[in-house]
């Protein structure tokens, strides 16, 4: 088990916008930052651009909730990260939205999903997991928010799927993703249906006759 890692950001206040100031901003190795929501006025941050992309880097980013330790602020921002725009070619992040969050407000968010145990059809039959869905978008209040869903797929056979509404989530919790969405199936190994289809092509065809 990895040690948690601490979501909080030191965030500066800084004075204009536009690309100019926000140049600047980056040639001095911050990156500018603004925490949307709540009900309240939107204000320029700016962070430190290593500790951002180290953060970033080592949480599911999607669905962690972000402290913005916010220089003259007394407490921290809870936030959870909206955007994350990088440059095109560059694996720079070039700016980041955040999305203020209220103690019992419920919020929007993408939580990974993530396939537990080994199905049947892949243990007795060579079967193939095909996971279709990776994410499922969810709905709930901030101390709900899970850190992934872990799906036992261990009951699986070969030609079977598993799809949303085949799933348990916790009170609270509201599935937004179409319950008849397919999460994953698990189809016969491929070297054995490349084989089948060999044998019906060839079947179907009349023998070659070489002439002298």
Same mark, same amino acid.
């Given at each position: 088990?990895? &040690?948690?890692?601490?979501?909080?950001?030191? !965030?500066?206040?800084?004075?204009?916008?536009?690309?100019?100031?926000?140049?600047?901003?980056?040639?001095?190795?911050? =990156?500018? !930052?603004?925490?949307?929501?709540?009900?309240?006025?939107?204000?320029?941050?700016?962070?430190?651009? +290593?500790?951002?992309?180290?953060?970033?880097?080592?949480?599911?980013? @999607?669905?962690?909730? =972000?402290?913005?330790?916010?220089?003259?602020?007394? *407490?921290?921002?809870?936030?959870?990260?909206?955007?994350?725009?990088?440059?095109?070619?560059?694996?720079?992040? &070039?700016?980041?939205?955040?999305?203020?969050?209220?103690?019992?407000?419920?919020?929007? &968010? @993408?939580?990974? *999903?993530?396939?537990?145990?080994?199905? *049947?059809?892949?243990?007795?039959?060579?079967?193939?997991?095909?996971?279709?869905?990776?994410?499922?978008?969810?709905?709930?209040?901030?101390?709900?928010?899970?850190?992934?869903?872990?799906?036992?797929?261990?009951?699986?056979?070969?030609?079977?799927?598993?799809?949303?509404?085949?799933?348990?989530?916790?009170?609270?919790? %509201?599935?937004?993703?179409?319950?008849?969405?397919?999460?994953? +199936?698990?189809?016969?190994?491929? !070297? %054995?249906? !490349? %084989? @089948?289809?060999? @044998?019906?092509?060839?079947?179907?065809? %009349?023998?070659?006759? =070489?002439?002298?």
């Amino acid at each position: 088990r990895t &040690m948690a890692i601490d979501t909080t950001l030191k !965030a500066d206040k800084r004075e204009g916008t536009g690309k100019g100031v926000a140049r600047k901003l980056r040639q001095n190795g911050r =990156v500018p !930052a603004v925490p949307y929501g709540g009900d309240l006025d939107s204000v320029h941050l700016s962070l430190d651009t +290593a500790a951002t992309d180290y953060l970033f880097r080592n949480i599911p980013v @999607d669905n962690t909730i =972000v402290s913005l330790d916010i220089e003259g602020e007394k *407490v921290p921002v809870q936030t959870l990260v909206r955007e994350i725009q990088t440059h095109p070619w560059k694996a720079h992040i &070039m700016h980041v939205d955040f999305l203020r969050i209220q103690k019992g407000v419920a919020v929007e &968010m @993408d939580v990974p *999903v993530h396939l537990v145990g080994v199905p *049947v059809g892949v243990r007795l039959s060579g079967g193939i997991i095909e996971q279709v869905v990776h994410e499922l978008s969810i709905r709930c209040i901030p101390s709900k928010i899970p850190e992934s869903i872990e799906v036992d797929i261990s009951g699986l056979d070969l030609n079977e799927s598993l799809h949303v509404s085949d799933l348990t989530f916790d009170e609270g919790v %509201e599935v937004l993703t179409t319950l008849d969405q397919t999460i994953c +199936a698990i189809s016969s190994p491929r !070297a %054995e249906v !490349a %084989e @089948d289809e060999g @044998d019906e092509e060839a079947s179907d065809e %009349e023998p070659e006759i =070489v002439e002298d």
